[in-house]
């Protein structure tokens, strides 16, 4: 079974720094592209920013410059370094991995169970 687990988030101040990471278990065939959604209460889940193998990192512009996303292949990890924190990324964020379970398999989303970042003013 393939699980994501992430770890990271908790109450911080604005202005304040999160490192989140994210691991996988399981048996994958590959994996192209790991990245980080949120989704705030009441709002649709949204992408944070994401990685393909071997390509550059994507961003929604309303994190860009202050979030930084980074993944290591070797282990299957996917974190996401959060600065610069405004009240208006309080949200549950999860992990997000398409990937391919076996050589056969059709390109999958795997997600984790989310982790809270609570911005205060």
């Known amino acids: 079974q393939v699980q994501l687990v992430e770890s990271g988030g908790g109450l911080v101040q604005a202005g304040g720094s999160q490192s989140l990471s994210c691991v996988t278990s399981?048996?994958?065939?590959?994996?192209?592209?790991m990245g980080w959604y949120r989704q705030a209460p009441g709002k649709q889940r949204e992408l944070v920013a994401d990685i393909p193998n071997g390509g550059t990192a994507n961003y929604a512009e309303s994190v860009e410059g202050r979030f930084t996303i980074s993944r290591d292949n070797t282990k299957n990890t996917v974190d996401l370094q959060i600065n610069s924190l405004k009240p208006e990324d309080t949200a549950v964020y999860y992990c997000n991995m398409k990937a391919r379970r076996y050589a056969w398999s059709r390109l999958v989303d795997y997600w984790g169970q989310g982790t809270q970042v609570t911005v205060s003013s």
């Open positions: 399981g048996s994958i065939y590959s994996i192209n592209v």
